[in-house]
């Protein structure tokens, strides 16, 4: 017996976590990190929602957002590798050429 | 014995998770990161979805978080600190609250919605997870091999192309 609530429940915070991650750190590779926690929350949400309707699209939906989470990390990554060469550091404070 | 495993995996995904948002250098929060991934591997074959959960294993545990760990060491910014609480005020926080109150009844509604504990069993097969994705979930399938290519494309061009403007550069000033 698994209490699918607390499944739920987990998930919930585990966004929350990721969300507060993507919120306090400047590092670029620290939000990328966040950001990976909150998609593996939603991953867990669809995958509780599956076995609560014990029906599989649920799951073939966390397994397009794996394959999704993989592209975002390799164009992310790319990105912070520039950012660094351009800007000498990864801190998202320093980065102004935008005028944000 | 199974809502123990449950349990103590569940905690030990939070407790990772809240180090991977405070540890102060990339490399350990990046460990604790995949700490956090390892648990919810566990979670994810208790929710009987077994085929994900060995391509969590494989694709987040043993590849994209390995490309971070080789970006960080490879950069040489996982030994440079960067100051973690700099942004927060208590303003902020004053914010914060006020949303969450507001958020509160939404939040209560969805409690009283939520299911109990239930036996799960595996449905998330090898077999019926390859029957689904070659038959109903074709287009989508394909599509994401298109996705992936243009990632890579999009990222050896976004990771190259300085470089080979720097090797121009140099060559113009050899010339000169």
Do not use: W
């Not at chain 1, 507060?20 to 593996?40: F, K």
């Not at chain 2, 997870?129 to 990632?151: N, Q």
């Amino acid at each position: 017996m698994i209490p699918l609530a607390h499944a739920f429940l987990l998930s919930g915070a585990l966004f929350v976590i990721g969300l507060a991650g993507v919120m306090i750190r400047r590092n670029v590779l620290m939000i990328l990190l966040s950001i990976e926690l909150m998609m593996n929350a939603a991953n867990l949400t669809l995958i509780a929602a599956a076995a609560k309707h014990a029906d599989l699209h649920g799951q073939m939906v966390a397994f397009f957002v794996m394959v999704i989470a993989a592209a975002e990390v390799a164009v992310g990554l790319a990105i912070a590798v520039l950012l660094f060469r351009n800007e000498g550091s990864v801190d998202t404070d320093l980065v102004k050429n935008l005028k944000g | 014995m199974v809502s123990f495993l449950f349990y103590f995996f569940s905690a030990l995904a939070l407790l990772s998770a809240l180090l991977v948002i405070t540890l102060s250098r990339p490399t350990r929060a990046l460990l604790a990161l995949i700490l956090c991934m390892l648990s919810l591997t566990v979670l994810y074959l208790l929710l009987g979805a077994e085929f994900l959960a060995m391509v969590h294993l494989i694709v987040y545990a043993g590849a994209v978080l390995v490309l971070f760990l080789f970006v960080i060491m490879l950069l040489g910014i996982g030994a440079k600190d960067i100051p973690l609480f700099s942004r927060f005020r208590f303003s902020y926080l004053i914010l914060a609250l006020l949303s969450s109150v507001l958020f509160l009844p939404f939040i209560l509604i969805a409690f009283q919605s939520l299911p109990g504990p239930q036996t799960v069993f595996p449905t998330g097969t090898l077999a019926a997870v390859g029957k689904a994705l070659f038959s109903d979930y074709l287009l989508p399938f394909e599509l994401t091999s298109l996705l992936l290519l243009i990632g890579v494309f999009s990222a050896v061009g976004l990771a190259k192309k300085e470089s080979a403007e720097g090797e121009t550069r140099q060559q113009g000033r050899s010339c000169e």
